[in-house]
Every structure is written in structure tokens, then in C-alpha cells.
Nanobody, 111 residues
Framework: QVQLVESGGGLVQPGGSLRLSCAVS????????MGWYRQAPGKERELVAA???????SYADSVKGRFTISRDNAKNTGYLQMNNLKPEDTAVYYC?????WGQGTQVTVSS
């Protein structure tokens, strides 16, 4: 059973940066896609970014050019680097891998 643990969230001012991590218990197969989602209060969960087994990445239009998804299979960890954060990025961020969700980490962008 795969388990995911996110970390790295917090409070940051607009324009700031955060790096989220998603630690995967057990082996992180290079053959599975990993995704980062977010859910703001009163809104549906939305896909933010995904990285395929081959390293191909995709992003929501709202974060293109600001967020970067990556993975380190040797460390069983995925990452989401978030730069130039905006108040509208405030949400709980979840990683997804092999049909399993992490518990989420809160990101709050506010001055």
C-alpha cells in the first residue's frame, strides 16, 4: 500500500516562493504519473501539475511559468516548486500517485 506525505506548505507573502514535497512510502516506480492538485475553500479540487514516467510535464494555465513539478525516484519524492505566488494560489495542496492521495498541506498567500 502506497502512502503519501506532503510537506512544505505555509504562509508566504505575494511574490514569494515555497517548495512542496511529497514523500512516497515504498518504492516510487518510475512508470507512474504523479500529480499535484489543490482545493480552495468552496471550490472543487483542481489539477495543478503532473509529471509522467518519461518526465513530461503539464500545468494548469493559471500556474504556467510560475510552478515547476519534478520527481526524484531515487529519493521516492516528488516536488512542486512554486514561485511568484499570488493570493489566488491559497489552497490545500495534495499530491496524487497510483490512485492514492496525500493528506494535504496548506498554502496561504497573504500580506
Amino acid at each position: 500500500q502506497v502512502q503519501l506525505v506532503e510537506s512544505g506548505g505555509g504562509l508566504v507573502q505575494p511574490g514569494g516562493s515555497l517548495r512542496l514535497s511529497c514523500a512516497v512510502s515504498g518504492s516510487m516506480s518510475r512508470f507512474n504519473t504523479m500529480g499535484w492538485y489543490r482545493q480552495a475553500p468552496g471550490k472543487e479540487r483542481e489539477l495543478v501539475a503532473a509529471i509522467s514516467s518519461g518526465g513530461s510535464t503539464s500545468y494548469a494555465d493559471s500556474v504556467k511559468g510560475r510552478f515547476t513539478i519534478s520527481r526524484d525516484n531515487a529519493k521516492n519524492t516528488g516536488y512542486l516548486q512554486m514561485n511568484n505566488l499570488k493570493p489566488e494560489d491559497t489552497a490545500v495542496y495534495y499530491c496524487w500517485y497510483r490512485n492514492v492521495w496525500g493528506q494535504g498541506t496548506q498554502v496561504t498567500v497573504s500580506s
